[in-house]
């Protein structure tokens, strides 16, 4: 690898056999864990907000590289360092991968509280983010949505199949 190449720029399979992750198993997962996000927000009192948007702003920090959904789906977020060196997300990474999604809600929960129509502005905010980090994964040939490319991360596929059953 000369330093003109970006470590992006490499198939994902040369470190560690690594295969990128298909769009189908990245959408269950997403789906998976804005359900926690859902949940977390209606079911605990006054504090969901928070415990909502903390869960996802580290939520692919958690179990070395996995979300809740990543993990039940088989997925990994990846950070290439340099050649040599691949290393699961930290809780720094998540942080910035997430943080399109986390303007998306902290927006959903101050246009939320507007009388009657709030409700609206509110879905509509939150259907422009996912709509747009959809389009950019879509459109880019290394799987990367913002996100990804703000915390230079990658979804990868672990396995076949997600939990660890013998």
Not at 24 to 34: E, G, H, K, S, V
Not at 99 to 117: D, H, S, T, W, Y
Request: charged share 20%; hydrophobic share 50%; with cysteine.
């Amino acid at each position: 690898m000369n330093v003109t190449e970006s470590l992006f720029d490499r198939p994902l399979s040369e470190p560690k056999d690594l295969t990128k992750a298909g769009l189908l198993n990245r959408l269950i997962a997403r789906t998976i864990d804005f359900i926690i996000v859902a949940a977390l927000y209606e079911i605990i009192p006054k504090v969901g907000f928070f415990a909502g948007l903390t869960y996802l702003l580290i939520a692919d920090g958690l179990f070395e590289g996995r979300s809740v959904g990543k993990k039940l789906i088989g997925l990994r977020v990846m950070v290439y360092k340099n050649a040599d060196k691949v290393t699961a997300c930290s809780f720094r990474e998540s942080i910035q991968r997430n943080f399109p999604f986390a303007v998306g809600f902290i927006l959903f929960g101050i246009l939320n509280m507007i009388p009657l129509i709030g409700w609206l502005f509110s879905f509509i905010i939150v259907a422009v983010v996912v709509l747009f980090e959809g389009l950019v994964l879509i459109g880019s040939e290394e799987g990367m949505r913002l996100g990804d490319e703000l915390a230079e991360t990658h979804v990868v596929a672990e396995k076949q199949g997600g939990l660890d059953v013998p």
